[in-house]
């Protein structure tokens, strides 16, 4: 039951409201909440305030979807902190920098061979495809370049890359960026890159391929960030999934031929 609070505004105590059926397990993890239809005869309101709070919840991790069909409840909810491989704006500014941008290019271009494998649509289909340079505190750090299904591209349209995250822009518009791979590996500046960044040509970058995917396991972008030398560390932590036996077998020898 909403809190009758007459200060704060309907969306504000929806959202309230189903943060707690979520922690409660009333709305259980990993599986659909109601369709915004039922949310809205079930409170008696027009989809205004609850696509407001479903908003709120989808920008927090808690939920994914929900536009078109009922959202769904994240498993293992996120505790969403910042880090070089996620949020660029967040990761900056909770390490106390202030992040910048600058875009080069935003424009729908038909999808090339390789793209077109990547976003997993056909060759030639309308994609969205946004190149920025990031800066921390005025310095150039990492050059950005994103493709984006047109479902979400069109969308990307109407932001203007250089005001912010476009990670935030899509989730607080609904997009569903419900998981994302990563890859990482070394390349050595092009001349283009190296003028952009201010280093010199084949100077060592970080590479890191990114391909996001919706709740339903469906690519709805690719992305590709090079980050300058020294802006970052990849740390990564390895544990021991299977506790190990208790008399474990012993080692033996093996003998090994050795021809003449």
Not at 45 to 73: D, F, K, Y
Not at 93 to 105: A, D, I, K, M, N
Not at 198 to 206: H, I, N, R, T
Request: charged share 25%.
């Amino acid at each position: 039951m909403i809190k009758n609070v007459a200060a704060a505004p309907l969306h504000r105590r929806l959202a309230d409201e189903f943060r707690a059926r979520i922690e409660s397990g009333r709305w259980p993890e990993g599986e659909q909440a109601p369709s915004e239809a039922a949310l809205c005869e079930e409170f008696g309101t027009s989809r205004g305030p609850v696509r407001q709070a479903l908003a709120s919840l989808r920008a927090e991790g808690l939920i994914v979807g929900g536009r078109g069909r009922s959202p769904l409840v994240r498993r293992n909810v996120p505790s969403h902190a910042a880090s070089a491989l996620g949020s660029f704006t967040g990761w900056a500014r909770e390490h106390g920098r202030e992040p910048g941008q600058r875009t080069v290019l935003q424009a729908r271009v038909p999808a090339s061979a390789e793209i077109a494998e990547r976003l997993q649509v056909a060759e030639g289909e309308p994609v969205l495809e946004l190149h920025r340079l990031r800066t921390l505190d005025g310095a150039p750090a990492l050059l950005e370049t994103m493709y984006f299904v047109w479902s979400l591209g069109c969308r990307l349209m109407e932001f203007d890359p250089d005001s912010g995250s476009v990670n935030r822009f899509l989730l607080d518009h609904g997009a569903d960026l419900y998981a994302s791979t990563h890859q990482l590996d070394a390349v050595a500046a092009t001349a283009d890159e190296a003028d952009r960044l201010g280093l010199a040509e084949g100077a060592p970058l970080l590479r890191v391929r990114r391909t996001t995917t919706d709740a339903a396991g469906d690519v709805v972008e690719y992305a590709e960030d090079r980050y300058a030398p020294g802006l970052t560390t990849v740390i990564v932590e390895n544990r021991l999934f299977a506790a190990p036996s208790a008399n474990p077998p012993a080692l033996r020898s093996v003998p090994v031929r050795r021809d003449a």
